[in-house]
């Protein structure tokens, strides 16, 4: 066990649609990160948030944002989902700055798998 | 830009064998990470072992060690006396620090079978 959490587990919903993805960090993490894993892409960064601030972004499409919360817990929100959507959504977690080995260490969620029918 | 190649699309190796796992990676930047990450059939992604670009020393995690080799860009991953639990997708991953941007730029993977 990790120590991030994800939920939903899966999820199954149409195109057009919009869903809410959320992730709790491990305790103590104020890093948070998302990544898109599909078949045809691989595994993606999405976005990076670190202490409510949003840091990085990357491969993520105008349909999609996030955020992070006082309590550092993250959502990510997918809008007008189209049938490419469908993958496996991770969180991921580390110690944010900081030179020490451990804040470096990403460690993920089990995972949201999203279905679009 | 940052990319790792994972060139082995799949290995089967015996039980108790021990395992090699190609990674290869290119940045210009001289302060990186690199990681190597277990992803089983249940779809989790596990974290297994890290090394930084400056680290003096391979890094070893019980089983797992990292063959480290600087000059030729490469971050092996090796696990010693290979179990069935073994089986899954390996993914070797590279962080390059950018102002606090940590994100992970990931290889395509090895798919890992370990024959009874």
């Known amino acids: 066990d990790s120590g991030v959490t994800q939920t939903p587990k899966h999820l199954i919903t149409a195109t057009g649609q919009r869903v809410t993805l959320r992730c709790s960090p491990r305790s103590g993490d104020l890093s948070v990160y998302w990544y898109q894993q599909s078949l045809d892409q691989g595994l993606q960064f999405l976005i990076q948030?670190?202490?409510?601030?949003?840091?990085a972004k990357g491969n993520i499409l105008e349909r999609f944002s996030a955020q992070q919360f006082p309590d550092l817990h993250s959502e990510l929100n997918l809008s007008s989902l189209e049938l490419g959507d469908s993958a496996l959504y991770f969180c991921a977690s580390s110690g944010g700055q900081g030179e020490s080995r451990s804040s470096y260490e990403q460690y993920f969620g089990p995972g949201t798998r999203l279905t679009v029918t | 830009a940052q990319k790792i190649t994972q060139t082995q699309p799949g290995m089967f190796v015996q039980e108790k064998e021990a395992v090699t796992l190609d990674c290869t990676y290119d940045t210009s930047d001289p302060s990186y990470g690199l990681f190597w990450y277990k992803q089983p059939s249940s779809g989790e992604m596990i974290f297994l072992i890290y090394?930084?670009?400056?680290?003096?020393q391979n890094a070893t995690e019980g089983r797992y060690s990292l063959n480290f080799q600087k000059a030729r860009k490469s971050a092996n991953l090796v696990i010693s006396a290979s179990q069935l639990g073994d089986s899954a997708m390996y993914f070797c991953?590279?962080?390059?620090?950018?102002?606090?941007?940590?994100?992970?730029?990931f290889g395509t993977g090895t798919r890992l079978t370990i024959i009874p």
């Open positions: 948030y670190y202490n409510g601030e949003e840091r």
């Open positions: 090394q930084g670009s400056y680290d003096q």
């Open positions: 991953a590279m962080r390059v620090s950018n102002f606090g941007n940590e994100k992970l730029t």
